[in-house]
DNA sequence: CGGGTTTGACCTGCGC
DNA sequence: GCGCAGGTCAAACCCG
């Protein structure tokens, strides 16, 4: 399943142009949504697969409400240089991401559970003896995840969203270890890993769980350009492209190198496709430096999202 | 003092 | 059933 034949971004004739078309995701034509839309979870899975550029070649694509499994999307179809253009709002940058979502399902059946064991055990030392109230039969299940690979020097990028760090693990056969993040808005239970490329040491892989249902935090850290330019950018004005990158992230998807997802590798199904995934083709950091100009973004997203290659 | 990070322990899922 | 690895908790700690 993962041998399917991939778009590919087609927009870098003009880095300020990138294509928000991706791939075909069945037969319904591809909607123009913008990454916050889908983290704020504004948009339905399919939507989310295609706002992401992401097919369902590698997958088993279910439906989400019938409680069956969803669809575990492949690395992103993201368009590469060279064909249709539309006039989407890009902004230069230098980083490389890709991206990848995985289909998860409804909630938080962890979190329920630890929230019954705390409950529970509020007696102090037993707390810890957690009660493994598990609801059988409720198999659990997990958010949709999206993941993108980001060349930074940063582990954790800017997004505009507020995040606490809840934990941070080991990765088998890697040397940089994982970090879990979480949004710190009531009722959010979006999540996002954090890791680097144990292949590539530069690249970032931000795995994000789940769609916040709140808009970005207006008030964010000082430094927080990302976060401005997020916000500014949640009304997109149609006549800019008809619809903004509303999300740092989204930025680096657009900016992504082509070819990032093979046809033939990029199939694994999960994140496993991530890992599959290689920046080191010459045509891509070709197109990293085709953007030494990033200019007035530069001003307004951390510099991280525009780290220049050496 | 409130909010974020660190870190060891614990839980869960999965493969063997 | 066991062991491993991923994921999460929560106390302790740090910082503005």
């Not at 969803?70 to 253009?85: H, T």
């Not at 995985?102 to 409950?119: I, W």
Request: proline share 8%; glycine share 8%.
């Amino acid at each position: 399943m993962s041998n399917e034949p991939r778009d590919l971004y087609n927009n870098y004739d003009d880095p300020f142009q990138v294509n928000y078309q991706y791939g075909n995701f069945g037969s319904e034509p591809s909607p123009y949504l913008s990454f916050t839309d889908c983290l704020r979870g504004s948009t339905d899975y399919n939507s989310l697969a295609r706002a992401f550029g992401i097919s369902p070649s590698s997958s088993e694509v279910v439906s989400p409400v019938d409680g069956n499994p969803r669809p575990v999307f492949d690395a992103g179809e993201i368009r590469g240089p060279g064909s249709e253009s539309n006039n989407n709002p890009a902004t230069p940058n230098s980083s490389i991401s890709s991206s990848s979502t995985e289909a998860g399902a409804e909630e938080d059946s962890s979190k329920s559970k630890r929230e019954v064991q705390a409950k529970d055990g509020e007696g102090g030392e037993s707390s810890k003896k957690l009660n493994k109230l598990k609801k059988k039969g409720e198999k659990r299940e997990r958010e949709p995840r999206f993941a993108f690979m980001t060349k930074s020097e940063v582990d954790h990028l800017e997004d505009g969203y507020r995040w606490r760090k809840y934990g941070q693990k080991a990765v088998k056969h890697s040397p940089y270890p994982r970090s879990y993040y979480r949004c710190t808005t009531q009722k959010c239970t979006v999540k996002k890993r954090v890791e680097r490329s144990f292949q590539d040491p530069s690249i970032v892989i931000t795995t994000y769980e789940g769609q916040h249902n709140h808009p970005i935090p207006a008030t964010l850290r000082g430094n927080s350009a990302a976060g401005m330019f997020a916000s500014s950018m949640l009304n997109p004005n149609p006549a800019t492209g008809g619809m903004g990158a509303s999300f740092p992230h989204e930025l680096l998807l657009q900016m992504r190198t082509p070819s990032v997802s093979h046809p033939g590798s990029g199939g694994a199904g999960g994140d496993s496709s991530l890992y599959q995934q290689t920046l080191n083709s010459p045509q891509q950091q070709q197109y990293q430096q085709q953007f030494p100009d990033y200019g007035l973004l530069q001003d307004m997203v951390p510099s991280i999202y525009f780290k220049k290659e050496p």
